[in-house]
């Protein structure tokens, strides 16, 4: 619907003068001015009308009024003109001097259109109902073309949507979140909000709507200050008049990846900085923080109870990604409780669990907890280390994906690993020296699918599968570590897995993924390794966009 025009918008013109019925007949064009007509819009300032032949005009033209009946163009009578001229037009009048309007052609065109094949030919007439039309001006041939207010906000919406959305962003499948490439995700949010932001200046409308998605995603990678970021926290609570939710309230994603100085953990760290507050409905949660390169060894610190409490109580029912890096310990005796409250929650990463003796008065009582059937019903992505934890978890219904970065793997993972062994598909393993019991694992893991495993020096592919190959297993992703191809390692092992494969112990095997970057000594041999799997029907993919499941993502 277009919007009604107000007197402001409309050009005042002079008054005409008033012409007795004596002058009409024997006046000259230079008496009175013409009146010139566009699409039922008057320019002389008199109300429109419509051309018709002169048998079928129903009223009189304002020339065969007599002149008793011709009331004097006072200030008065203008306002009424005007009035008259909103009423009749049904067009959006657009400012412009009166010398611009009068430059236009007396006559629109009314060229025919060439109808397509099978439809009925259709004339350009004025007398076609304008009402989701609006007139251009500026332009060389004026035209009329549809206005974007006269479409839907739904549609407006749509637009703005499929224009700025970021998919990967929110995807939380086992599958998105092992093969995402963050930087390249990074990049995809960060021009997503610069494409929000120049819309939301558009014009109003789009603000309107703009504005809904403006701050659906935070992504901070350098440090403000504390100061700066609660102002900006008190920014996103902020209500605005004849809004119903805040700014903060429409944030989806909040992700904190910058590197810090300090190297303990502040009470303002509980609720960074008051973000989760000004936030209350994350459905994901990425804090990634990197400290500065150390001479001796990597400084980490380690977070608070009151931090993973104000995590649970918040987000118990919207959270569905939590990731903490490596630079952050976790408290150990914090895992299970946040977790028995975080019903949503489907992927958890959790790289460093610190050891630090919890308060007992502090660790009485967790308010929002789930009955025991209830809890983590939806975890299918564990990363990091927390499977190392004894009593972390229980019963995991949709379990898909584990991450093992340690050679020492307790009982207590080797029970879980037994009890959802029907629905683990994918598995990541950090391949050590020191022992070799991933061979013991792979076979606890019947439904196997996917294996990722990091290629350590002085590794081969028989402390890796086991001695009678796997049913199941189809994708291999090898992350690569070291540069020096002549080591013993997976990579140059692979003559002793192409036989494994020729043997038939890998009977649903059909493909092999580099991760990481591909030196110089790696490229060696490659091309005459990746022939051979070609002609078995396995294919050979580098992807130096994947890195390991540990540190940081």
């Not at 990463?349 to 610190?354: R, T």
């Given at each position: 619907?277009i919007?009604?025009?107000?007197?402001?918008?409309?050009?005042?013109?002079?008054?005409?003068?008033?012409?007795?019925?004596s002058?009409?007949?024997?006046?000259?064009?230079?008496?009175?001015?013409?009146?010139?007509?566009?699409?039922?819009?008057?320019?002389?300032?008199?109300?429109?009308?419509?051309?018709?032949?002169?048998?079928?005009?129903?009223?009189?033209?304002?020339?065969?009024?007599?002149?008793r009946?011709?009331?004097?163009?006072?200030?008065?009578?203008?306002?009424?003109?005007?009035?008259?001229?909103?009423?009749?037009?049904?067009?959006?009048?657009?400012?412009?001097?009166?010398?611009?309007?009068?430059?236009?052609?007396?006559?629109?065109?009314?060229?025919?259109?060439?109808?397509?094949?099978?439809?009925?030919?259709?004339?350009?007439?004025?007398?076609?109902?304008?009402?989701?039309?609006?007139?251009?001006?500026?332009?060389?041939?004026?035209?009329?073309?549809?206005?974007?207010?006269?479409?839907?906000?739904?549609?407006?919406?749509?637009?703005?949507r499929?224009?700025?959305?970021?998919?990967?962003?929110?995807?939380?499948?086992?599958?998105?979140?092992?093969?995402?490439?963050?930087?390249?995700?990074?990049?995809?949010?960060?021009?997503?909000?610069?494409?929000?932001?120049?819309?939301?200046?558009?014009?109003?409308?789009?603000?309107?709507?703009?504005?809904?998605?403006?701050?659906?995603?935070?992504?901070?990678t350098?440090f403000?200050?504390?100061?700066?970021?609660?102002?900006?926290?008190?920014?996103?609570?902020?209500?605005?008049?004849?809004?119903?939710?805040?700014?903060?309230e429409?944030v989806?994603?909040?992700?904190?990846?910058?590197?810090?100085?300090?190297?303990?953990?502040?009470?303002?760290?509980?609720?960074?900085?008051?973000?989760?507050?000004?936030?209350?409905n994350?459905?994901?949660?990425?804090?990634?923080?990197?400290?500065?390169?150390?001479?001796?060894?990597?400084?980490?610190?380690?977070?608070?109870?009151?931090?993973?409490?104000?995590?649970?109580?918040?987000?118990?029912?919207?959270?569905?990604?939590?990731?903490?890096g490596?630079?952050?310990?976790?408290?150990?005796?914090?895992?299970?409780?946040?977790?028995?409250?975080?019903?949503?929650?489907?992927?958890i990463?959790?790289?460093?669990?610190?050891?630090h003796?919890?308060?007992?008065?502090?660790?009485?009582?967790?308010?929002?907890?789930?009955p025991t059937?209830n809890?983590?019903?939806?975890l299918?992505t564990?990363?990091?280390?927390?499977?190392?934890?004894?009593?972390?978890?229980?019963?995991?219904?949709?379990?898909?994906?584990?991450?093992?970065?340690?050679?020492?793997?307790?009982p207590?993972?080797?029970?879980?690993?037994?009890?959802?062994?029907?629905?683990?598909?994918?598995?990541?393993?950090?391949?050590?020296?020191?022992?070799?019991?991933?061979?013991?694992?792979?076979?606890?893991?019947?439904?196997?699918?996917?294996?990722?495993?990091?290629?350590?020096r002085?590794?081969?592919?028989?402390?890796?599968l086991?001695?009678?190959?796997?049913?199941?297993l189809?994708?291999?992703?090898?992350?690569?570590?070291?540069?020096?191809?002549?080591?013993?390692?997976?990579?140059?092992?692979?003559?002793?897995?192409?036989?494994?494969?020729?043997?038939?112990?890998?009977?649903?095997?059909?493909?092999?993924?580099?991760?990481?970057?591909?030196?110089?000594?790696?490229?060696?041999?490659?091309?005459?390794?990746?022939?051979?799997?070609?002609?078995?029907?396995?294919?050979?993919?580098?992807?130096?966009?994947?890195?390991?499941?540990?540190?940081?993502?």
């Open positions: 619907m919007p009604q025009v107000g007197r402001s918008h409309l050009p005042i013109f002079p008054p005409l003068p008033v012409r007795s019925r002058a009409q007949k024997g006046s000259s064009p230079t008496e009175a001015p013409s009146v010139e007509r566009v699409d039922g819009v008057s320019i002389g300032g008199l109300p429109a009308t419509r051309s018709h032949p002169p048998a079928t005009r129903s009223h009189h033209s304002l020339s065969s009024l007599p002149s009946q011709m009331p004097m163009q006072t200030r008065s009578k203008r306002s009424t003109t005007v009035e008259q001229v909103e009423r009749s037009s049904r067009v959006k009048r657009v400012k412009g001097s009166f010398q611009s309007l009068a430059k236009r052609p007396r006559k629109l065109s009314m060229s025919r259109v060439e109808p397509d094949e099978g439809s009925s030919p259709v004339t350009h007439s004025p007398d076609i109902f304008l009402s989701r039309t609006e007139l251009i001006h500026g332009s060389s041939s004026d035209m009329y073309c549809a206005s974007i207010n006269t479409l839907p906000v739904e549609i407006v919406r749509d637009i703005i499929l224009a700025t959305e970021v998919p990967v962003a929110f995807d939380t499948r086992s599958e998105s979140v092992l093969d995402e490439n963050r930087v390249a995700t990074r990049r995809l949010i960060i021009e997503s909000i610069k494409t929000k932001t120049s819309l939301s200046i558009v014009s109003k409308l789009f603000h309107i709507v703009a504005d809904e998605y403006l701050y659906e995603t935070l992504l901070l350098k403000p200050g504390c100061a700066s970021l609660r102002r900006f926290a008190a920014f996103l609570r902020k209500k605005r008049r004849g809004v119903l939710r805040s700014r903060g429409r989806r994603r909040l992700e904190l990846n910058f590197f810090f100085h300090t190297y303990e953990w502040t009470t303002s760290w509980d609720s960074l900085w008051g973000l989760l507050p000004a936030c209350p994350l459905e994901a949660l990425l804090f990634h923080l990197r400290s500065y390169p150390d001479l001796y060894f990597r400084r980490t610190i380690c977070c608070s109870e009151q931090f993973a409490r104000n995590i649970a109580r918040r987000y118990g029912r919207t959270l569905r990604n939590f990731e903490m490596e630079a952050i310990e976790f408290p150990q005796h914090c895992i299970q409780p946040m977790l028995a409250c975080l019903e949503s929650l489907e992927v990463y959790v790289c460093g669990n610190g050891h003796t919890p308060n007992p008065r502090a660790s009485k009582q967790w308010t929002g907890m789930l059937g809890r983590v019903k939806h299918h564990i990363l990091g280390e927390i499977l190392r934890l004894e009593g972390a978890f229980h019963s995991l219904p949709r379990l898909r994906h584990i991450s093992l970065n340690k050679s020492y793997v307790p207590t993972v080797l029970d879980l690993l037994r009890l959802h062994a029907g629905s683990i598909v994918s598995l990541y393993y950090a391949q050590n020296i020191l022992s070799a019991p991933l061979p013991v694992i792979l076979e606890t893991l019947p439904n196997l699918e996917h294996l990722l495993v990091q290629d350590y002085n590794t081969a592919w028989d402390k890796v086991p001695t009678q190959g796997h049913s199941k189809r994708i291999l992703t090898v992350f690569l570590i070291y540069s020096l191809y002549e080591e013993r390692t997976m990579l140059s092992d692979m003559e002793s897995l192409l036989h494994t494969v020729e043997e038939g112990c890998l009977p649903q095997f059909k493909k092999i993924r580099l991760g990481g970057l591909l030196r110089y000594g790696h490229r060696q041999g490659l091309p005459e390794l990746g022939e051979t799997w070609s002609r078995l029907g396995i294919t050979w993919e580098e992807r130096p966009d994947l890195k390991p499941m540990h540190g940081s993502l």
